[in-house]
């Protein structure tokens, strides 16, 4: 990554250094010399325009841990945020996500039935309306939207989450109309790598797959070559849908046995005895490694061997570096990942396997959070000289009255009084 000492391209100078420290983490001025190539007078002017504009903080060394003279901290601001969402057929979940990387909340908000475009908005509004209250006069860039289902790229038009029974649905419309915020929406799973690829465990990685298993049934999202593959309209990805077996259960396409029909959340809560509602993906992996029951490890073994034909399909196919597994499939493969890592092995080329590591999400529940709020920061990355790359010209925590947009909410589906983070 190279900066450029013209003055004419000040503003993707500025681009570099934010993007260094917003995905890299803190360094200190002489390692954004380096990195960038921009001489030592530059990178200071870049970076005090930075601080002036409340993006980036300038902290002081430790001295002790330094030879010779100790060159500035420069570090992503706490207090620059994205409101993330990631709806789901049993919850809503609504994190704050800082530019330095902090995740600030993280609040499930559970629904006893799945709620429909417009009571997910209302919901989500509710609970911004709740952060008002705790977050004071933090900055607010926009919002992103991880949505389990297809979303075209250029406008974020929800074509079709058919778990959640949403059809053409104008989600970012809707959001951007009651909250005042600028909203952006994408594939769940592909948002899901875009967060492992920048901060978890596909860093420094160029080929990946990422695979996401929700209540909403599975997705993943694919590096090639370095480059985010979504496809012509943003649809590529869709391993759930990929044929595993001669089984007669269907998926929510109407397809027989692909990886969605085979390879269930329900059904691993089912053989537990656990409801949905009650049940993160870090509460069913402790679940899944607490049982003996004969009947849980049959179905773990069941689906990972069904996974495995997915993967190893996606091995001979893409050649990846790495396959990330994340919510319920990293619970499967915390159980046995030996299994999974033999059954793959037994159907991809040698020459393939043979470069490849499988491993789960290294950002747990705050995963899609993390994936949805990136998109959020994207404007503000491009261009930090811009009105949303201004502190004073951020959007405070505010919401707008909702208009019709909103729609009647169901009397079982409220927005939240006081939304409690988990």
């Known amino acids: 990554m190279q900066g450029n000492n013209h ?4 503003k993707h100078n500025l681009s570099i250094i934010l993007r260094l420290v917003h995905r890299g983490g803190a360094a200190s001025r002489a390692q954004l010399t380096r990195l960038t190539g921009l001489n030592r007078s530059t990178i200071g002017a870049l970076v005090a325009e930075l601080v002036e504009r409340g ?12 030879a010779g003279r100790p060159s500035p901290i420069v570090a992503a601001s706490d207090r620059v945020v994205a409101i993330a969402v990631n709806p789901e057929i049993d919850a809503i979940t609504v994190g704050v996500v800082a530019l330095s990387g902090v995740v600030h909340r993280n609040i499930r908000f559970a629904t006893p039935t799945t709620p429909t475009a417009a009571e997910a908005v209302a919901i989500t509004a509710g609970i911004i309306a709740d952060l008002r209250l705790d977050l004071g006069d933090y900055s607010i860039v926009g919002l992103g939207v991880a949505v389990p289902g297809l979303v075209r790229a250029h406008d974020g038009l929800v074509r079709n989450a058919p778990h959640l029974g949403w059809v053409d649905e104008p989600l970012c419309t809707m959001l951007a109309a009651v909250t005042g ?3 952006v929406a994408a594939n ?48 590529a ?20 046995g692909t990886l969605e029909a085979e390879v269930t959340r ?54 990846p570096e790495l396959i990330v597994l994340g919510g319920f499939l990293a619970a499967l493969y915390a159980v046995d990942p030996g299994r999974l890592t033999r059954a793959v092995a037994a159907l991809a080329l040698g020459t393939a396997f043979d470069e490849v590591q499988i491993a789960p999400a290294l950002l747990g529940s705050n995963l899609l959070l993390i994936g949805a709020a990136e998109l959020a ?6 261009d930090p000289q811009s009105e949303s790359g201004n502190s004073s010209g951020l959007s405070p925590l505010t919401v707008r009255a909702a208009g019709s947009a909103t729609a009647a909410v169901s009397p079982e589906i409220a927005p939240p009084a006081a939304a409690q983070p988990l």
Do not use: W
């Not at 920061?377 to 491009?382: A, D, M, R, S």
């Open 237 to 256: 990805g869709e391993f759930g849908h990929t044929r595993v077996s001669a089984g007669c259960h269907t998926d929510s396409a109407g397809i027989a």
């Open 188 to 235: 769940d799973a592909s948002l899901g790598v875009t967060a492992e690829r920048y901060f978890g465990a596909g860093r420094g990685m160029t080929d990946l797959i990422y695979l996401n298993g929700g209540s909403s049934g599975i997705g993943g999202g694919l590096v090639v070559g370095g480059v985010a593959a979504g496809g012509r309209a943003g649809f």
């Open 7 to 10: 003055d004419d391209v000040r």
């Open 181 to 183: 915020l600028p909203v």
């Open 266 to 319: 329900g059904a691993l809560l089912d053989v537990l005895g656990l409801r949905a509602g009650e049940t993160d993906a870090d509460a069913l992996e402790r679940a899944l490694l607490a049982s003996t029951a004969p009947a849980v490890r049959a179905e773990v073994n069941r689906q990972l061997d069904f996974l495995a034909v997915a993967l190893a399909g996606a091995v001979n196919i893409l050649n």
């Open 377 to 382: 920061f994207e404007t503000l990355l491009l």
């Open 55 to 66: 993006l980036v903080e300038e902290r002081t060394p430790d001295p002790t841990k330094l």
